[in-house]
């Protein structure tokens, strides 16, 4: 297994990254612990800051759009904290060159793996939580996440096709889609459905194919916005 760096060298990465300093550093240790590498490993810290993380980004949002619902809280933190951001903002703090990994991982690249960065910094928040408590690991969200909150994509943005297609038509007084199942296809592991999505007052119509009926309707749904006049998409 890859070794980790020298305890000072790890502690001062941790206060580069995060303004944190642990005052139990085996905590930060079994943070940066793969499961292959050892039976103290991170999956527990791991289910610990992802509570941690969606309740601090929560509240971070909560504060910041006063005029939001919660479909529109809820999408943003969604945004926020996927598994890619979070594998992109370890990776860009060196998570890779910290990780205590088995033999194998390190052969296959796992250093790399967008899981495995993005699951080590969800437990490296669940090992400052125990160490220092809830204000002090939010305070780290707001540090690491903080810059990336005026990025967000709009809210309009962040909603699926059927809902934007819905309100848009709902702005303008039209009646809503008509979805029809045209066929499914094939072994029912593997089915194909087809879908059309009609709106008669603007006399458009797209078909489209997917693995669910729901996956149909929403691909149908993104197609025919595309076939919509641009001032028609949006909402009033």
Known sequence: MIAQPA???????VERSFGYVFSQPELCCA???????GANHNERLEFL????????????????????????????????????????????LGFGEHLLLGAGELRSGGFRRASILADALEAMLGA?????????????????????????????A?????????????????????????????EAHAQ???VNCEVAQLEL????DGGSRRRAEQVAAERLLALMPVGLRRQS
């Open 158 to 186: 962040l909603k699926d096709p059927k809902t934007r297609l819905q309100e848009a038509l709902q702005a303008r007084g039209m009646a809503l889609p008509v979805y029809t199942l045209i066929a499914v296809e094939g």
């Open 205 to 208: 119509a797209a078909t489209a």
């Open 128 to 156: 400052i939580f125990l160490d220092a408590g809830f204000d002090t690991a939010a305070g780290v969200v707001r540090r690491i996440l903080g810059p990336r909150m005026s990025d967000l994509p709009a809210v309009s």
């Open 31 to 37: 943070a940066l612990t793969h499961r292959s590498a």
């Open 192 to 194: 194909t459905f087809t």
């Open 7 to 13: 305890s000072g060298d790890l502690s001062d990465w």
């Open 49 to 92: 800051g992802d509570s941690v993380l969606n309740c601090a980004v929560a509240y971070m949002l909560f504060e910041a759009n006063a005029l939001a619902d919660e479909g529109a809280l809820s999408r943003q933190r969604a945004s926020l904290v996927s598994g890619e951001t979070l594998a992109q903002i370890a990776s860009e």
